[in-house]
């Protein structure tokens, strides 16, 4: 019960302060398209880019890789230097957010149902 009235002070707090909260959200969108994170696998044979949007920027596969002849060992270097690729910028898109919702005073986060589209 406790719980529930705590989180009804955070929602009154939430819609008081929601100009600013939309303001926010605004600029966030903005960053959030320009931040990018690269993933790479093999020593650096395959390397990728993604920006905060998840949309992939690039994909290099070196000369070393594509010699090496072996399809399997490509796929399974491209596929885990994209899983990293995009555990990185998450972590980069959540230490933003978190970084918007401190400055905003929220210490829990966003409230739910506030989340920024395309973030989870």
Do not use: C, Y
Not at 30 to 57: H, P, Y
Request: proline share 4%.
């Amino acid at each position: 019960m406790f719980d529930f009235l705590k989180n009804m002070g955070q929602m009154g707090s939430v819609l008081r302060n929601l100009p600013k909260i939309q303001e926010e959200m605004a600029k966030m969108r903005e960053r959030v398209g320009q931040i990018t994170a690269e993933g790479d696998a093999g020593a650096g044979m395959v390397k990728v880019k993604f920006n905060g949007k998840m949309e992939l920027l690039s994909l290099s596969i070196s000369e070393e890789a594509w010699k090496l002849n072996d399809h399997e060992m490509l796929e399974t270097m491209v596929k885990a230097a994209v899983n990293s690729g995009i555990q990185k910028v998450q972590q980069a898109v959540a230490n933003e957010t978190s970084a918007m919702a401190s400055n905003l005073g929220l210490p829990g986060g966003l409230p739910p149902g506030l989340n920024l589209p395309g973030m989870g």
